[in-house]
């Protein structure tokens, strides 16, 4: 059986579920809400990869907070700091997709160890995966933080199948994030790609192993 190695943000949890705490706290319409909302993610991501690639790393909590503050410059928004870090606490309550626990309980069943691999630092991904009722459905949590740098950088899934103690090739990671597969893939490890919007593969990097649509078609396809 395999190590099964789920991403965290955009595959078990929701990313846009900040949008609720966005409007109550700005005040602002469903189209502003959603386009801070993609600014922030994307910049998050974008400055998880300058990071790394800079040699400056910063807890993920951290680069969400200057994501969130570039997305707030860019629409001209400018709320307080009280205000600015009970949007970025959305973060610890993001809602888990409906069908997240009920898969990791299938695959544990089958036989397989089942932990999450995420960016996120381990106080972040602790909260969130306590308060998405997630936690007692995973063997572990494992946190790109082990090795001070971020995902797709080859170390993380290096640290994930150490944290194992597999051999890479005996490890999947489950992302919905193309780019994720496309690293994982690249650093050894068998992939499941999740992809929720047909979108077409990364062209640089390892493409899929597997592709489903949804996170059950995953326990379905290693039963």
Known sequence: MAGLC???YGTLCDTSSVRDRLGAELDISDRLVAAVDETWRRKQLQYSYQSAQMNEYEPFWELTARALDYALAAYDLDPAV???DRIR???DHLAPFPEAA???DRLSDAGHEVVVLSNGNPEMLSRLASNAGLRAHLDD???ADGVRTFKPDPAVYAHAAETLDRPIEECRLV???AWDVAGAGNAGMATTWINRHRDPPETIGATPDTRVSALPAVADGLR
Do not use: E
Request: no cysteine; net charge neutral; aromatic share 12%.
């Open 6 to 8: 789920f991403d965290m």
């Open 82 to 84: 009280t205000v600015r």
């Open 89 to 91: 606490s959305a973060y």
């Open 102 to 104: 009920a898969t990791l």
């Open 141 to 143: 949590v494992v946190s």
């Open 175 to 177: 992302s919905a994030n």
